[in-house]
Structures are given as structure tokens and as C-alpha cells.
């Protein structure tokens, strides 16, 4: 029966079987020295008097798995006040000897192209396995607040005849005699859940962008969460519903891994106060010319007008997080809504969180003579997009919705600075393995 | 202030704000009847003695999205008790008035793929919905399961540089200035979260199968759940596993919707009893036997053995599930380990749920050698999946797990026999659309 290793520090006298890595070795001779790490945590284990074990050790390499069976001893001078004395040590699994990037003794920092080579050894440090801890917390509490709120779930194909999102960035594939594309987004099928009546959905899936730039912002592969809900008033639904599902974000991630977080990352994890700080573009526009920050552009916000405006509203409201609105019909796609008061103005957002936008949202056009105008407008041609027009044929509500980025999300919340560090196995222009 | 239609009941007597699909017209000239229908359920709507509301029924079509502002009266000829008295009817998207297919009128059987082609209307009936609730009860229970069990979750990528699952079957990406392959299964990558030391994975994700068969079965592209474990004895730990998150799942499938099932379906949904029934492949070949049921295949089971022999269980154990294990190597790929007793049988299992199989599992093969000379054995060239092999080598504790299908699992909780009616949006040789 297995012990884990957290859990030897309430069986003092008892004896235990442990299962985990070879952290680090001491050899002296007659007495040897283990550290062993399981998912739980480390502990010294103590080889002496015990040939056939003391042979094992002899043997052992650096991350090798193994399987101890031991007595729990109270020992002042060991890590955690905890030592075991090793009576059997069994070898699951010999690593090669030279391991190619250290795991946990460190000798200087790595590369981080040569961390994704070796993934795998990368991730057996604990702060690296922390940060999908906290993406299965922040998963978790999506998945519940949206259940617990009559969302319906849906997985979208990936596989289609048409881009969501125009013919940039796209992937194409040989679909047995014709062509298939690779989606960059579920936007339409996740409208086509609003004209099914579903009128609130959610999907958490993958999303293909053949983005060839190399940033530390950017892949060609990512996780995307999105919601759309019907019968809502304007894109302000909308933000009101993503400051709920990240106030229950941040309060799962907190109470399963706060601690983690501040022992590792350094970090504080706040619990965001609705409803959250919001400027209009023009607004913030004006904010930032005020602050001498030069705009390169109109209608959007560059990378630094992002992290500059986030300073400004984290100084003068104390928050996180600030939603920018109504973005000019320019850098909007044709399916955003446009405002009634300003027909060059879409009912639009996106949400920046602390200096990285992390969402981009608004209320869509359900009318269809209205959307085939607007599509026409941007110079798209109907007819690949005519299965989704038809969407919007017979019934369909007025509805919203957005779609998040959880991957820039983690990295905000433990303020790391590379898309890379928080993605399971980065994918982008030179990188398919492992 | 928006009231759903299930909750009009409570609020006789009151003014109330509606919205949704009109279902039935009933015009007799002086008074109108219209059946609303939501999210929540169906009410009447009367419309008399209101010269503005009347002229706007009279151009209404069925499946147009409208709002209501009228009085709630109690009204024993109505359907449920309930009526409501118009005031102001507000339309916020005519259907054009012919419909490609029927949405609750019945006239009669629609053939399946007509009723695909317009998926949004099929969608709209609520027996068609309560398969997509079914489905987020199952997926919630599965992610809090593994969650509440220390799971930690990962997004594996499905853009591969090799193939995962054999060379057939596979999609081809064109990928920059290389080629890239559609992932057939997060197997590589599980294992490699077992490599990488989390100890216990769970993925959710599309997987990709280029399968030219059009049979009820199969599609191209489906969901797939998948769990890895650490530190198992053997492939019995895995199903134990399995066993546990099954029995979340139907608890919370029967919780939330075991009555709405009883009404559509007229299923009652059992959460079994646990352990499931287990017999090893040649048990169940010498069931098959004694029931005259012919064989056609030495190692596996064709789909006719797969319902008879969950036939038998069902009479012999009342129990909708069994486990067949022990499959020849023959048939399991290389990567699953092979018994010590009989190196021609591997430590793997699947799943039958009432004569359908929903689940394919397996102790993994963790030692390099070993695994080498097995992938070797079954005629794979080692370069292509040397980033796979690589996993192996410095450390690898023993491991398990499954690849569970939730379609075929939601189509036999509701006894539905086609994989295309329980998948949001069926992907098939000929299907690309909507």
C-alpha cells in the first residue's frame, strides 16, 4: 500500500512503501543518501547497514524511478524534520546517466527551445507541474460555474469547409478528395448553439492560427474557451458574465494553490471586485495621450498601450483587470454588432488583464440582411460562409459571447512572461515534438 | 426583467417580459393563439382586443424569435394551466416563412442527413437538446472527478509530427514549408505527463481518424476522454478508476436529468454497482461459443459478440456493463505491456456498455528496452517516434490508463443508435458542413 510522500510526517515509527524519482544522491560509502520526490513532495531516505540496498544505491542514477520500503523516523537534521530508513529499494525504471537539462539541481539556467526538447524533465520541477495545477483549477471552475449556470456544453468540429475568421493564418488539410481547413475559432458554431435555442453554450477546445511570427505571445496551436449567450441587451451582458466566471476562476485558484503561488511565483492572487473598471477605446485612446504614450494605431491598442493603460487603471482604480469598448468597425470582424448611436462603432471588447488582453467579445448581428451587408462590406464573399448565414435564417435571438485565452490568463496570474512556459507542448512555426 | 417560461407558473396574476420561438400559429381571426416556446418550456399566448399585437401575429411565421410583455392568468384549458394575455408582442427575427425542415410540427420522419443539413432546427426539439444536457452532466462529473482526485489536466497538441496510432487513417496537414498529422489520440502525450511525473492525467479533446467507412459507428473527427495513472499494479487499477468516474457520471446524469430522460427516451437510468463484471477475452470467446455465436475473429470482438456477450452479462449479473480483458498482443498495439505469465497476451481491456464498446485501455510497456523490441515487433520504423521513445529514458514509473468514448457513451445512456445524432456537428467523408 502506498504511502505518498507528504504523508510520512503522520506515520513516525511505521513502516511505508514509497514510489518516486531519485532527486538527489549522497554517497558516503557505508551511509548513502537519497532525497525522493513524488507528486506530493521530497524526503531524505537513509541507506546504512543494509548491503543489498547499498548496492542499489551504488547503481542508481539521477531520476531514476523507484520503490522504497522503509520505517519512518523523527530526524531534526533531515528536510521537514522526516527521514526514512531504507530496508528494500527496487529499481522501476534506471535513467540514462547523463541526464540532457538538469531537473532539479541546477546548473545555471537553460534554454528554453532545449526545456521544450526535453519537456518532460522540464516539467518535473515543482513549480512547472504548479502551473497546471492552476490551469485545472481555472478549468474546473469554468466548467462548474458554467454547468451550474444551464450552459450547454458543445465540442465543435474542427474540421471545416470554410475559415471562421477569414483566409489568413489558416491550415489546410487533405480531406480524403477535396480540402478541409483547420478552425480558428468556434465562433460560428457557437452562434449556430444560439439559433438551436440553446441560448447560453460553452466550448473548451483547441484552436489553429498558422501565425508565422515568432513571439513569445504567439503559437500556431492553443486552448480556447468560449461562452455565447442569447437574449442579452448589449455587449454589456457579456462582460457582466465574464467578471462572474473569473471572479470563480481566480476563488478556485486561490483556495487550491494560493499558497503554491506565493511560495513559488511570488505571488498574490486576488479575487477581483465587480463589477470590473471599463473605458471605451476613445476614452482610453485619450488616457494614453494624456500619459505621452505614442498610438500606432487608430482603433486598436499596441502591446505597450496595453501594459500602459493597465498601469493607469491598476494606480487609479486599485484593479487588475479593465475591459476596452466599442472598437471601431475597422479592426472588428463582420459579425460584430454595430451601435445604433454610431454605426462605425461596434458593441465590442476586449478584456485586458494586467497590461495582456485576454479576451475579445461582443454582441453579434443576428439580423440577416444586416450581416450579409456588413459581411459584404468587409469584402468577403458569401458564398463559402452561406451554411452560416443560413444560421440566421429562421429564428434566430439577439446574443453575445466572447472567447478567452486561458493560456495568457495563467500567465498573468503567475506573471510569467512566455506563452511557451504555460502551454503542455508548445506548437509553433519550427516546433512539432516532442 | 426577463422570466423564463417554466417559472410563469409561479407568477400568476403578474406582468411578465418574454422571450423565444414561436412554435404554433392558431388564428381565428378576432383572437390568436400562439405556443412561445424556451429554454425552460412551452406556454400559450392569447391575443385579443389589441389591434397592434393582432396585426403583428398576422405576419408572424412559426420559428420566429420574439418578445412578450403580458399578464400570467391561470387558464384551465390552456396547456400546463397557464396563459398568458398579450399585450405587446416585439419581433426580434422573422423566419422566413418556409421551413427546409420541420422543427416541432410534426410531418412526418425526416431522413437523417436532411435533418443535419439544417442541424440548428433539428436542434431546437427538446428531446435533441436533452442529449447535449446529458452530455454536459457527463463531462462536469468526469472534470470534477478527476479534479476533486488530484488529476492534473493537459492539453495535448493535435498538430503531430508523427503518427500516434499507425500510419492509417491519418490527416495530413500542410504545415508552413512541411508537413504536420491531425492527432488519432493523446496516447504519446498522456504517457508523457507520466514521464513528466504528474502522476495521474486527464485530457478531453478531438481526435482525428480519417476513416472512409460511413457506417452508424464512425465519423472523422469525435471527442475523446483519457485518462494515464502512475504507480499501477496492473491494468485492473485502471479500471478500478474507470469504474469510479462511470459512477460519477450516471449520478449526475440521473441527478440532473433522470426525469426529463424517462419522458424523452422512456430510460431509466441506472448508476451501476460496482466492481463491473470482468471476463478475459478467451472466457468471453468460450461464452460466445456455448451460444452458437460464430467468431470472426481469433483475438477481438466483432459487434455481433460485442451485444451478445453483454446479453449474457445483463442475464447472468443484471449488470449493463462488462469489462473483457487480456487481449492477444495480436490485436493491441505496441505499446501495451504484455502479461509475465503469457508474453502473448497484453494487460489490456475494453469496456462494453450495454453491447457496445466504449472504452479501450491498458497497462503501458514503460521499460525502453522492452518497448523498443515491441515497436520493432510490430514492423514500426523507431525514427518517426524516437521523440515517443525518448519519454522512456530517464525515469519512467509504471502506468496505465484509457481512451473512453462519450459519444458512443451518451448514445447508449439514451438507447440512440447513430453516433451522428448525439455529436454536436457530425464530421463524415461527405460532411463538412454546416
Not at 478528395?177 to 466550448?203: D, N
Not at 500619459?291 to 493603460?309: C, F, H, V, Y
Not at 478584456?351 to 440577416?368: I, P
Amino acid at each position: 500500500m502506498r504511502t505518498y510522500i507528504a504523508d510520512t510526517k503522520n506515520k513516525v515509527g511505521e513502516s511505508v512503501e514509497l514510489f518516486g524519482w531519485v532527486q538527489t544522491i549522497r554517497d558516503q560509502k557505508k551511509i548513502k543518501f537519497l532525497i525522493l520526490r513524488d507528486i506530493s513532495g521530497v524526503v531524505q531516505c537513509v541507506v546504512f547497514g543494509n548491503d543489498e540496498a547499498l548496492k542499489v544505491v551504488e547503481s542508481l542514477t539521477l531520476e531514476s524511478v523507484i520503490k522504497i520500503e522503509g520505517t519512518v523516523k523523527a530526524e531534526k537534521q533531515a528536510p521537514g524534520g522526516i527521514e526514512i530508513a531504507v530496508e528494500k529499494i527496487e529499481v522501476l525504471s534506471l535513467a540514462a546517466p547523463e541526464l540532457p537539462i538538469p531537473v532539479i539541481e541546477k546548473t545555471g539556467e537553460v534554454d528554453l527551445a532545449k526545456r521544450i526538447d526535453w519537456r518532460w524533465l522540464d516539467l518535473r520541477k515543482p513549480e512547472r507541474k504548479l502551473i497546471f495545477d492552476v490551469w485545472t483549477a481555472m478549468e474546473q471552475a469554468f466548467v462548474d460555474y458554467c454547468a451550474e449556470n444551464k450552459y450547454i456544453e458543445i465540442h465543435s468540429p474542427k474540421l471545416m469547409s470554410a475559415p471562421s475568421e477569414g483566409s489568413a493564418e489558416l491550415f489546410e488539410v487533405k480531406y480524403f478528395e477535396r480540402k478541409a481547413y483547420l478552425s480558428q475559432s468556434p465562433q460560428f458554431y457557437k452562434q449556430m448553439a444560439m439559433a438551436a435555442g440553446f441560448e447560453k453554450t460553452f466550448e473548451i477546445g483547441p484552436v489553429f492560427r498558422a501565425n508565422p511570427s515568432f513571439t513569445s505571445r504567439h503559437d500556431t496551436e492553443f486552448t480556447g474557451y468560449d461562452i455565447e449567450i442569447s437574449f442579452i441587451d448589449s455587449h454589456y451582458d457579456v462582460m457582466a458574465e465574464e467578471e462572474r466566471f473569473i471572479v470563480a476562476m481566480l476563488t478556485g485558484i486561490k483556495e487550491k494553490h494560493g499558497d503554491k503561488i506565493k511560495e513559488f511565483y511570488n505571488r498574490d492572487i486576488t479575487v477581483p471586485a465587480t463589477p470590473f473598471p471599463k473605458v471605451t477605446m476613445e476614452e482610453a485612446k485619450k488616457i494614453l495621450s494624456d500619459l505621452n504614450i505614442a498610438s500606432t494605431d487608430d482603433g486598436d491598442l499596441n502591446p505597450e498601450e496595453e501594459r500602459k493603460l493597465s498601469e493607469f487603471i491598476k494606480k487609479r482604480d486599485n484593479h487588475e483587470f479593465v475591459f476596452v469598448t466599442d472598437y471601431p468597425k475597422s479592426v472588428r470582424p463582420f459579425y460584430h454588432m454595430r451601435q445604433e448611436s454610431d454605426p462605425n462603432v461596434t458593441k465590442s471588447f476586449d478584456l485586458l488583464f494586467n497590461g495582456l488582453e485576454v479576451t475579445t467579445g461582443a454582441q453579434r448581428e443576428h439580423r440577416y440582411d444586416i450581416l450579409i451587408q456588413q459581411a459584404q462590406e468587409k469584402g468577403l464573399t458569401l458564398e463559402p460562409i452561406q451554411f452560416y448565414l443560413n444560421f440566421f435564417k429562421y429564428g434566430c435571438p439577439p446574443h453575445g459571447g466572447l472567447g478567452f485565452g486561458p493560456s495568457r490568463f495563467v500567465m498573468q496570474t503567475l506573471g510569467l512572461e512566455n506563452v511557451r512556459e504555460v502551454t503542455y507542448l508548445y506548437r509553433g512555426v519550427k516546433r512539432l515534438e516532442p
